[in-house]
C-alpha cells in the first residue's frame, strides 16, 4: 500500500468565490466551476460567469485531465474529470489533482468515485469540524494499491464502455 501522494503532481485548492472568482449575473469570456455545478452534473454552459481577468488566474484555467474533488460541505467529495481544456477557473471549494507519470488521470477519476474513496473522505472530512471538510494532505493520505499503467489503462477502457453505453 502507499499513499495517493505519490501519484499526484499537483493539488490545489481554487480562487476564493468572492474576491478572485465572483460569479456574475451577465455573460464574460470565463466561466467558474462550483460544487454545485459537480454535484448537480451541471454542462459547462450551465457554469456560471465570473469577471475574473484570465491573466490573472491562468494557473487556475482548467485543463484536459484534470480531476476535481469537492473538499467542503455535504457534497463532499463529489467530483469532475475533464476530458477537455474549459475556459473556466474552479473555486476555493473544489481540490484540482494532476497526476505523475505513474497513474492515467482517468484512472484516479474512476478512483475517487469509488465506495472506498468517499467513505475514506467522509470519515476524515467529518472529523475536524461540524461541516464536512476535507484538508488537502489528509486526502492525499489515503492509501492505495495502485496496478501497472498497462493495467490500469485496461480498467479505463473497459469502465469507460460501461459508463458512456449507461449515458
Known amino acids: 500500500m502507499e499513499k495517493?501522494?505519490?501519484?499526484?503532481?499537483?493539488?490545489?485548492?481554487?480562487?476564493?468565490?468572492?474576491?478572485?472568482?465572483?460569479?456574475?449575473?451577465?455573460?464574460?469570456?470565463?466561466?467558474?466551476?462550483?460544487?454545485?455545478?459537480?454535484?448537480?452534473?451541471?454542462?459547462?454552459?450551465?457554469?456560471?460567469?465570473?469577471?475574473?481577468?484570465?491573466?490573472?488566474?491562468?494557473?487556475?484555467?482548467?485543463?484536459?485531465?484534470?480531476?476535481?474533488?469537492?473538499?467542503?460541505?455535504?457534497?463532499?467529495?463529489?467530483?469532475?474529470?475533464?476530458?477537455?481544456?474549459?475556459?473556466?477557473?474552479?473555486?476555493?471549494?473544489?481540490?484540482?489533482?494532476?497526476?505523475?507519470k505513474e497513474m492515467i488521470p482517468q484512472y484516479l477519476s474512476f478512483l475517487i468515485q469509488t465506495k472506498d474513496f468517499r467513505k475514506y473522505v467522509n470519515n476524515v472530512g467529518m472529523a475536524s469540524a461540524t461541516q464536512p471538510n476535507i484538508k488537502i494532505n489528509d486526502m492525499l493520505d489515503y492509501e492505495l494499491d495502485v496496478p501497472s499503467i498497462q493495467t490500469q489503462q485496461h480498467i479505463v477502457n473497459t469502465l469507460r464502455r460501461y459508463v458512456y453505453a449507461a449515458i
Open 4 to 100: 495517493l501522494k505519490k501519484y499526484i503532481e499537483s493539488a490545489v485548492t481554487g480562487l476564493d468565490a468572492i474576491q478572485r472568482a465572483p460569479i456574475v449575473d451577465y455573460e464574460t469570456d470565463l466561466r467558474c466551476l462550483r460544487i454545485g455545478d459537480i454535484s448537480q452534473l451541471k454542462p459547462f454552459n450551465e457554469w456560471g460567469f465570473t469577471n475574473a481577468i484570465v491573466d490573472d488566474v491562468s494557473q487556475f484555467l482548467i485543463k484536459k485531465d484534470d480531476n476535481f474533488i469537492a473538499r467542503t460541505g455535504s457534497t463532499i467529495g463529489c467530483s469532475y474529470f475533464s476530458k477537455e481544456s474549459l475556459k473556466s477557473v474552479f473555486n476555493n471549494g473544489i481540490i484540482r489533482l494532476r497526476t505523475t
